[in-house]
C-alpha cells in the first residue's frame, strides 16, 4: 500500500443481509475503483474489507453507512488494518466444496491439492508443499482428477489427510471459467490453511504448470513453516516415512 492508499475493516449492523446489500456494495466498489471483498456475517452484520486511494474508500464509506434501498443501517464500525493486495472487489462466502490436501512420500515426495469442482476433485501436485507466507510461491503442476470419495484415503508410511475443509469461490470470474482462464482465487477454510490463495496458471501444456500464491490477508504468516510446523494428519495423527518408495 502506497502512502497514496488507505485500508479499512468495516462491519454493518442492522437490517443489511437478504437485501442484496453485498451485490450494490460490489457495484458501487466497481465504481470507485475500491479493491477488496464484501461477505454476510454469522451475526446478522455485513463485514468488508477496502483499500484503494483515500476519497475511494471514505466515498465507499459514506456509501454502506446508508445502504441500497431496504437496508437499515443502525451502526457502522470501521477499524484501519493492513493491505490484503487484492486484484479487485468480491463477495466472500459464496460456497464452492470441499478441499483435501494429502501428503504423498514416495520417492518424488509432494502434497496434493484438490479442489471440489463440478462433481469432480481437480488436482495440482505441489512438490515442496502449500505455504501460508504470501512471499513463497509454490509450483503446482496440474494432474488428473480424482472422485471425491478418494478424499479421505490415507496409507500407513505413504499417503496421508494432511489437510481438509471448505472453500470459497473469488474474483470477478465465476468457477470453472477462472480455473480455464488461469487465475483462480479461493479462501480456505481448512485445518492448516486458511484464508485467500491463488492459483495463477504459467505454462499451459499436457500438465499445466501454475503457482499458488497465499494473499496478503489476516491469515497470511509471513516466515512461516506450515509443512514444518504441522507434519501430521488431521485424520488418523500419523506422519509419513520420508523418502517411501
Known amino acids: 500500500m502506497t502512502p497514496e492508499q488507505t485500508a479499512l475493516r468495516v462491519t454493518i449492523h442492522g437490517h443489511v443481509q437478504g437485501i442484496g446489500f453485498r451485490d450494490a456494495t460490489t457495484h458501487r466498489a466497481h465504481e470507485l ?3 477488496g471483498w464484501v461477505r454476510n456475517g454469522s ?3 455485513v463485514q468488508a474489507h477496502i483499500e484503494g486511494a483515500p476519497a475511494a474508500v471514505d466515498e465507499l464509506l459514506a456509501y454502506l453507512r446508508t445502504g441500497p434501498p431496504h437496508a437499515q443501517v443502525t451502526s457502522v464500525e470501521t477499524a484501519p488494518t493492513t493491505p490484503e493486495g487484492h486484484e479487485q472487489f468480491a463477495i466472500r462466502g459464496i460456497p464452492a466444496g470441499v478441499f483435501v490436501v494429502q501428503e ?7 502434497f496434493d491439492l484438490r479442489l471440489e469442482v463440478g462433481g469432480v476433485m481437480r488436482s495440482w501436485a505441489i512438490p ?6 504470501p512471499a513463497v510461491k509454490r509450483l503446482a503442476v496440474e494432474v488428473e482428477h480424482h472422485a471425491i470419495s478418494h478424499n479421505t484415503y490415507e496409507e500407513p508410511g505413504r499417503v496421508i ?6 472453500y470459497e469461490q473469488g474474483g470477478r ?3 470453472p471459467e477462472a480455473l480455464t482462464r488461469g487465475h483462480a482465487v479461493f479462501v ?5 490453511l486458511r484464508g485467500g490463495f491463488a492459483l495463477q496458471r504459467t505454462r499451459a501444456g499436457g500438465k499445466p504448470q501454475w503457482l499458488l500464491i497465499k494473499r496478503r490477508d489476516a491469515d497470511a504468516r509471513p516466515g512461516s513453516n506450515i509443512v514444518g510446523e504441522g507434519p501430521e494428519s488431521v485424520l488418523s495423527g500419523r506422519t509419513p516415512n520420508k523418502g517411501a518408495d
Open 104 to 110: 504423498h512420500a514416495a520417492t518424488t515426495h509432494h
Open 161 to 166: 489427510v494432511w489437510d481438509r475443509g471448505t
Open 173 to 175: 470470474v465465476p468457477w
Open 128 to 133: 515442496k508443499g502449500p505455504s501460508m507466507d
Open 43 to 45: 451475526d446478522g452484520a
Open 188 to 192: 480456505l477454510h481448512g485445518q492448516k
Open 33 to 35: 475503483g475500491v479493491l
